[in-house]
């Protein structure tokens, strides 16, 4: 006899031992055979679904420069989440009411005011060499749209070097063109200034455990535009070497150093939990997304907003393709490019999967946005993108695409390969946890 015969013998045996098993017992052996299978599979998603660490306390500091020029002592960063977290759980509290019984969650607890119009949260992860050119070309777009960065009301009491300097010409050329005396024109706003609620920005630089001088660029940038009224430059990648860089006041840049590497996700999401801005875009350290094209999110996100203010804005690349932009790209870059776009189609709901670019590291919300997305953040590396916009489009909050200039910039830390399985496992975990109830809002 053969090992064929022989297995062909014991699996016979096999199945007429399960043909004599009661029908109902064999019934109930198979489902609880899936149960069994399901609920190991739910209870491994416990094990291997991220969870993100609380901060540590020197994470929720930050320094900046003074205005002597020296660098301050580590400041505690303001923190709405925190105060939003308390609010949310009394309100949800007091719902419950003597009953006891436990109430649903409290929708739609508000966040405290905006300070400022826009805070800009920068992730940089050993960003010494890159991070001073986007910070020039950063400032120089927002002290022109934005004004000074302490906004109108401290602006009123102490107006910085740039804003008297504008004030002054605008007097000037008023005065040339007849438009009354120096005396009359000198009390009205500088012209071109923008409107109290539109004033007002702070720069967020999260060093995600650097290991460079990151943080010292950092603040090196920052003091040299604070004690020059007209400092040198520096070039980045849109603008070139040449000119007079943008006056800034102190405390407009503010460095917060995570004492471990968290992921992109991580510093993105870090950032945005002490945001002051009326609106909060994230860029990256390497400025290859074109700052000026910020103007083109704001005024997107107004479109998009609902009646209580809440809208996102995504700077999209998808219009670049076929250009020499994208060419140019590393044919696994692109492979990733289009594999990934199309498991987002396969992975994600529909008003998320309808997004043709979601990485592109140049997203914008408004501040009554953010309580809907950042308290309920899980993923820290790559795929950090995608569950926010998830997440936004969950609490039935429009999303719109905008095309922006992008250019490649040399340093990319992408690893295409691991990077790319990591991107795909991410995706999967991320979907089913969120579709099982591992991920939940509470």
């Not at 198979?30 to 540590?56: C, D, H, Q, W």
């Not at 510093?267 to 000026?292: L, N």
Request: proline letters at 6%; hydrophobic letters at 45%.
């Amino acid at each position: 006899m053969d090992s064929a015969d022989t297995m062909g013998e014991v699996l016979w045996r096999a199945l007429e031992r399960i043909d004599a098993v009661p029908r109902p017992l064999l019934a109930t052996l198979l489902l609880g055979s899936i149960v069994g299978f399901v609920a190991m599979i739910y209870f491994a998603l416990f094990l291997i679904a991220p969870v993100p660490r609380e901060p540590f306390r020197s994470e929720k500091s930050f320094r900046t420069i003074l205005p002597n020029g020296d660098t301050s002592d580590p400041a505690p960063l303001p923190c709405w989440l925190d105060r939003w977290r308390a609010q949310h759980a009394l309100a949800t509290k007091k719902r419950s009411g003597a009953s006891g019984k436990k109430a649903a969650p409290v929708e739609d607890t508000p966040i405290e005011a905006a300070e400022v119009f826009m805070t800009v949260v920068v992730p940089a992860f050993n960003e010494e060499q890159r991070l001073p050119g986007m910070l020039e070309e950063a400032v120089d777009f927002l002290v022109r749209e934005y004004g000074d960065a302490h906004g109108a009301a401290v602006e009123a009491r102490a107006p910085s070097t740039a804003a008297t300097a504008k004030k002054e010409k605008a007097i000037a050329n008023g005065a040339a063109a007849g438009g009354g005396s120096a005396a009359t024109t000198s009390t009205a706003a500088p012209s071109g200034a923008a409107e109290p609620a539109n004033t007002g920005w702070e720069i967020l630089v999260v060093s995600d455990g650097s290991t460079d001088g990151t943080v010292s660029a950092a603040l090196s940038f920052a003091r040299s535009h604070q004690l020059s009224a007209y400092p040198i430059a520096v070039p980045g990648p849109w603008k070139g070497r040449g000119g007079s860089g943008k006056h800034i006041p102190h405390g407009s840049i503010r460095v917060v150093e995570l004492a471990q590497n968290r992921g992109k996700g991580g510093a993105v999401t870090h950032g945005m939990r002490h945001a002051r801005g009326k609106y909060v875009v994230f860029a990256d350290a390497d400025g290859a997304s074109r700052f000026d094209d910020l103007g083109k999110l704001v005024d997107s996100c107004k479109e998009v907003e609902d009646a209580k203010g809440k809208g996102v804005a995504v700077g999209s690349r998808a219009h670049l393709v076929g250009s020499e932009a994208v060419v140019k790209r590393s044919k696994l870059r692109n492979f990733l490019m289009h594999g990934f776009h199309f498991l987002l189609w396969l992975l994600t709901p529909p008003a998320t999967a309808r997004i043709r670019d979601t990485q592109c590291g140049f997203k914008l919300f408004s501040r009554a946005s953010l309580p809907d997305v950042v308290p309920y953040m899980h993923s820290e590396g790559w795929i950090f993108d995608v569950e926010m916009l998830m997440l936004a489009e969950s609490a039935g909050i429009r999303v719109a695409e905008v095309p922006i200039g992008w250019k490649e910039v040399q340093g990319s830390k992408l690893n295409v390969l691991k990077d790319s399985i990591a991107m795909f496992w991410g995706l999967a975990v991320l979907r089913v946890a969120w579709g099982t109830g591992v991920y939940k809002r509470s």
